[in-house]
Nanobody
Framework: QVQLVESGGGLVQAGGSLRLSCVAS????????MGWFRQAPGKEREFLAT????????LYADSVKGRFTISRDNAKNAVYLQMNSLKPEDTAVYYC?????????????????WGQGTQVTVSS
């Protein structure tokens, strides 16, 4: 059974930092692009960041560019999201996802494996 499990969410004050982790099991994703998305209450799922299979290319949404950093460790079958300078509007459930192929995409439809999500709450 393929699983993606996120961790590292929690409650943080505005301006603080969190590091999300996503560890995959059941198969290797070393040749797949990986991504992070989030969904706030009453809003659609939003693309945040993606990284290609080598880790050599990354792409970010404008809303998080310069504050969030995506990285991966293929030996650990893991992807990470370092989040700095957090704002109350970053409050959401954060999901990691594995893409269908090696190339990055901002479209959620290009990802076919998803984690269960981890809650991030930023207080003002």
């Amino acid at each position: 059974q393929v699983q993606l499990v996120e961790s590292g969410g929690g409650l943080v004050q505005a301006g603080g930092s969190l590091r999300l982790s996503c560890v995959a099991s059941g198969r290797t994703f070393s040749e797949n692009a990986m991504g992070w998305f989030r969904q706030a209450p009453g809003k659609e799922r939003e693309f945040l960041a993606t990284i290609n299979w080598t880790g050599g290319f990354t792409l970010y949404a404008d809303s998080v560019k310069g504050r969030f950093t995506i990285s991966r460790d293929n030996a650990k079958n893991a992807v990470y999201l370092q989040m700095n300078s957090l704002k109350p509007e970053d409050t959401a459930v954060y999901y990691c996802a594995a893409a269908r192929g090696s190339y990055t995409s901002t479209q959620s439809t290009q990802y076919n494996y998803w984690g269960q999500g981890t809650q991030v709450t930023v207080s003002s």
